[in-house]
């Protein structure tokens, strides 16, 4: 989505960017588009409940046993970072308090990457809803580059601002794959979110 950006970025200052560069070019847009992102679209109930259902409460933390690493590790609400940004450590226990909160604020960081991504494009609430959940999974994949490690830079995104809503809901069905392997849980997933993208609201 921001490659444009972040080429004119490159070209400006005459060479590659590194990670930590692109990371704070990142912080920066999602903070200016803040205001913009909470005056946009909000995730519902529908939504939430979705995404609950799949990342059920869990207060001790647990590896991603879908990856050959076990990387992220995960606690509460499939929250893979901690109150201080950093990753979550392995046998860490949460209260549901914490883990709601958490929650909460990752919802709200979904919501603003969604926003930005669409950038204005038309969009159902049901739509909007089965997009953040799908981030939520899978990540918002704003960075500068065009590998689609994300919704960013998903055909399931070119689609759905091209107007391709049929299209679109299609391409829930290929991010069933952790580390090469096809998992039921992430069909069952996409399967939900291609339902719900694909219904009236």
Known sequence: MSKALFDAVRAIVGRGLTQPEVDQINRALMGDLATTAREGMRISQRGIDLIHSFEQLRLTSYPDSGSKNGLPVTCGWGTTRDEDGSPIKLGAVWTKEKADRL??????TFEQGVNLLLAGAPTTQAQFDALVSFAYN?????????VAEGLGDSS???KHK????AGAQAAFGSWIYNDGKK???LIRRRAAEAALYGSAG
């Open 138 to 146: 899978v990540g918002l994949d704003i960075d500068d580059d065009t």
């Open 103 to 108: 929650f909460a604020r990752d919802i709200a």
């Open 162 to 165: 091209a107007g391709d809503y």
């Open 183 to 185: 998992l039921n849980g």
């Open 156 to 158: 399931l995104l070119r």
